[in-house]
């Protein structure tokens, strides 16, 4: 099974409101948020004030997607405001195992995102303190840009890595996913399918939410 997690990064601000009950309509039951701080990403975006307020218009799961620098000193308050799953990059905390668990503490559920670059190594001894995986096929940063094909390998591994060892991680990625690759995704082993331009570029979001679910269920 997997979900699709639009990212709200690609919706228009002015009518945000509209854009969640869009996407829900489409069968969307995870909200990607993104948030950036112009420090570990070039971009700055959105972040606990959007936050609260999007927690107030919507039953849906809310996914906070930390692309920041020292995650630790906010992974908890993003699950106080509202989020029900907060990740954080393997490459912004040398202190990941802490940060993890501060996030289940609040009640969140802890994961921990991985950029194209970086091992599948660097997850090893972490993996068990998280409960899911959120793996970058484009540099984060942006939304638009193109799924790096590499990737693909990455996500079969990681996929390996997880059944190897027992665990119940899910799999989460994110960037360039559209209704031509979304079917090998979840056949690679992703389950929560992140989709900002794909979803929100064309201007109709609940269309375009149930395109995305035929396309990888479609029996070809
Ligand atoms: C990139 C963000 C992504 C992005 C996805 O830094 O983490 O969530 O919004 O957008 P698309 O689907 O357009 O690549
Ligand atoms: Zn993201």
Not at 66 to 74: F, K, S
Not at 146 to 166: D, H
Not at 177 to 184: G, L, S, V, W
Request: one cysteine or more; aromatic letters at 4%.
């Amino acid at each position: 099974m997997f979900e699709i997690a639009p990212s709200i990064l690609s919706a228009d601000f002015t009518r945000l409101a509209e854009e969640i009950s869009a996407i829900r309509e489409g069968g969307a039951t995870i909200l990607h948020f993104d948030v950036m701080d112009g420090r570990f990403v070039p971009n700055i975006t959105i972040g606990l004030p959007v936050l609260k307020s999007v927690r107030k218009a919507t039953e849906m799961t809310i996914d906070c997607h930390l692309m920041i620098v020292e995650p630790n000193r906010y992974a908890a308050e993003f699950v106080r405001a509202g989020a029900d799953m907060v990740s954080v990059h393997v490459e912004a905390d040398p202190h990941l195992q802490r940060t993890l668990t501060a996030i289940r503490e609040a009640g969140g559920q802890a994961g921990i995102a991985i950029n194209p670059a970086t091992s599948l190594t660097a997850l090893e001894e972490a993996l068990p303190d998280a409960d899911f995986i959120l793996l970058m096929s484009v540099n984060p940063g942006f939304g638009g840009q193109q799924f790096i094909a590499n990737s693909l390998s990455k996500l079969r591994r990681l996929s390996a890595m997880i059944e190897e060892r027992g665990l119940p991680t899910r799999i989460e990625i994110d960037g360039g996913i559209d209704a031509k690759n979304i079917k090998t995704v979840v056949e690679s082993g992703a389950e929560i399918i992140v989709a900002g331009s794909a979803v929100f570029g064309g201007g109709k979001p609940t269309e375009a939410v149930k395109e995305l679910m035929d396309a990888a269920t479609i029996w070809a």
